[in-house]
């Protein structure tokens, strides 16, 4: 199955179901927090759920990380990655 048949299947459900800390952790141990950037398939991902509740998810699954990790993940490697002022 597809991840948009997924969300499709189950909207109603894709809050927590269909993320998991778990799966957010594996991919910060995988890659580190130095190589994990936010991003998203903007305006698709609006299909499911405002663009506000997916950055909002995604701050709860990762509320046990540092503010250093937080940072790299939601702008910093970005910025670096990207080479932005």
Same mark, same amino acid.
């Given at each position: %199955?597809?991840? %948009?048949?997924?969300?499709?299947?189950?909207?109603?459900?894709?809050? %927590?179901?269909?993320?998991?800390?778990?799966?957010?952790?594996?991919?910060?141990?995988?890659?580190?927090?130095?190589?994990? %950037?936010?991003?998203?398939?903007?305006?698709?991902?609006?299909?499911?759920?405002?663009?506000?509740?997916?950055?909002?998810?995604?701050?709860?699954?990762?509320?046990? *990380?540092?503010?250093?990790?937080?940072?790299?993940?939601?702008?910093?490697? *970005?910025?670096?990655?990207?080479?932005?002022?």
């Amino acid at each position: %199955m597809k991840p %948009m048949e997924i969300i499709d299947t189950h909207r109603h459900l894709w809050d %927590m179901d269909l993320f998991s800390y778990t799966w957010c952790k594996d991919y910060s141990e995988c890659f580190s927090w130095d190589r994990v %950037m936010f991003g998203s398939d903007w305006p698709v991902c609006t299909l499911s759920a405002p663009f506000k509740k997916w950055v909002e998810t995604l701050s709860t699954l990762t509320q046990d *990380a540092s503010e250093e990790q937080r940072n790299k993940l939601f702008h910093e490697n *970005a910025r670096r990655i990207y080479k932005l002022a």
